[in-house]
Every structure is written in structure tokens, then in C-alpha cells.
T-cell receptor, first 114, second 114 residues
Framework: AQKITQTQPGMFVQEKEAVTLDCTYD???????LFWYKQPSSGEMIFLIY??????QNATEGRYSLNFQKARKSANLVISASQLGDSAMYFCAMREPNDYKLSFGAGTTVTVRA | EAGVAQSPRYKIIEKRQSVAFWCNPI?????LYWYQQILGQGPKLLIQFQNNGVVDDSQLPKDRFSAERLKGVDSTLKIQPAKLEDSAVYLCASSSILGDYEQYFGPGTRLTVT
């Protein structure tokens, strides 16, 4: 069964605007971790932000913030003030406590326009 | 601090040939992961090592794929014989302790099987 769902294959955003990338997840375990990674055309996966299931506040890292809605099983990434260098593939991933591997979604391609 | 190193970066082989990939994790990282990323999909874990022991290889096609991590540092992933559907990017990642929430990824090896 699909654990991570990213429904937006591609998105365009104007430079300096904000963009929201959707991610929904499926787990029956109360303890889990949610991650967002960026994959530029060079291929490496770059860790952006982490949200634990018991964290009371939404995670933020610079221009990245995670809109965590636990009841809806949603963990959307918000990129504020988009820059041309933000053009990349973005992956949402989940780690369950007894299963240390990361389960990734299919990804969303973001293209920032000047 | 040096990142995760992988080689080669690109490899083209014919089907039924064999190929090997090498990964050197971040110094001191006990946990090492190999992921397969098929074009247009998110990475999928193939095998996970803790030091030189296998933690999870449930998604490794063991009839053709093998991996080892001698001395708990470098790791090699081998495919023999390769099939067309093995064309993908093979990503190596490491983390400092089992379950550490941040995995650091290498640049990947892009394999094309013709």
C-alpha cells in the first residue's frame, strides 16, 4: 500500500512567491517521522526539514516550513520567497519507528520562473 | 566534513552483463543505505547495513543483486546479470546511528542497461 502520496507531478511558481507542495501519508503507528528532501538535477538528495509525529509545533527551517495536520495525515511543504535555485524535484518521505527505512513519495517537480 | 562518495557516477552496460557500484559513507556513520530510484519515482530502499551487518534487505532482488559492507565502512552493490529494468539511479546514504532522522545522500550512480 502506498504510504506517501504526492499528487502534484509538477508546479510552476513565480520568483519571490510562495509555493505549497502537498503530501499525505498513511500509517497506523502513532510514532513516525516525516521528511522533505530536495533533489536538483545533479541528483543528490538534500535534506530540508523534519517533523516528528509528537512535535507540537510545525517545523521550520529558513524559507521552508511544514504544515503538519495530523488528523488529516497531511504534511505539506511551504517554500516562501521562491528563488531560481529552488527549481528541483521535491520528495516527501516517512519513517516509522520499527522500520528505519524511508518510504518516499513519487515527488513533485518545482520550476521557478524569473 | 566530506560527504557520501559514490563511484562511478555513470555506467552503461548491456543486459546480462554485471556491474558494481561503490559507496564510502561519511566518516563515523554506522548506518548505510542503498536506494534504487527509477526515473519518475521516489527512491526505494534496497538494503540497509548497521556497521557490517544487514538490518533490512527485504526489497533486494537477491537472485541478481548483492551487497556487502566489509569492515563496516565502504560498501559495494553488485548486479549480475543486469536486466533492462535495472536502469535507474542508485543512491547511497548514511546516518550516524540507527534511526537517526537525517540521512545524508551521495550523488548517485546513474545506470543505463541497453
Amino acid at each position: 500500500a502506498q504510504k506517501i502520496t504526492q499528487t502534484q507531478p509538477g508546479m510552476f511558481v513565480q520568483e519571490k512567491e510562495a509555493v505549497t507542495l502537498d503530501c499525505t501519508y498513511d500509517t497506523s503507528d502513532p510514532s513516525y517521522g516525516l521528511f522533505w528532501y530536495k533533489q536538483p538535477s545533479s541528483g543528490e538528495m538534500i535534506f530540508l526539514i523534519y517533523q516528528g509525529s509528537y512535535d507540537q509545533q510545525n517545523a521550520t527551517e529558513g524559507r521552508y516550513s511544514l504544515n503538519f495536520q495530523k488528523a488529516r495525515k497531511s504534511a505539506n511543504l511551504v517554500i516562501s520567497a521562491s528563488q531560481l535555485g529552488d527549481s528541483a524535484m521535491y520528495f516527501c518521505a516517512m519513517r516509522e519507528p520499527n522500520d528505519y527505512k524511508l518510504s518516499f513519495g513519487a515527488g513533485t517537480t518545482v520550476t521557478v520562473r524569473a | 566534513e566530506a560527504g557520501v562518495a559514490q563511484s562511478p557516477r555513470y555506467k552503461i552496460i548491456e543486459k546480462r552483463q554485471s556491474v558494481a557500484f561503490w559507496c564510502n559513507p561519511i566518516s563515523g556513520h554506522a548506518t548505510l543505505y542503498w536506494y534504487q530510484q527509477i526515473l519518475g519515482q521516489g527512491p526505494k530502499l534496497l538494503i540497509q547495513f548497521q556497521n557490517n551487518g544487514v538490518v533490512d534487505d527485504s526489497q533486494l532482488p537477491k537472485d541478481r543483486f548483492s551487497a556487502e559492507r566489509l569492515k563496516g565502512v565502504d560498501s559495494t552493490l553488485k548486479i549480475q546479470p543486469a536486466k533492462l529494468e535495472d536502469s535507474a539511479v542508485y543512491l547511497c546514504a548514511s546516518s550516524s546511528i540507527l534511526g537517526d532522522y537525517e540521512q545524508y545522500f551521495g550523488p548517485g550512480t546513474r545506470l543505463t542497461v541497453t
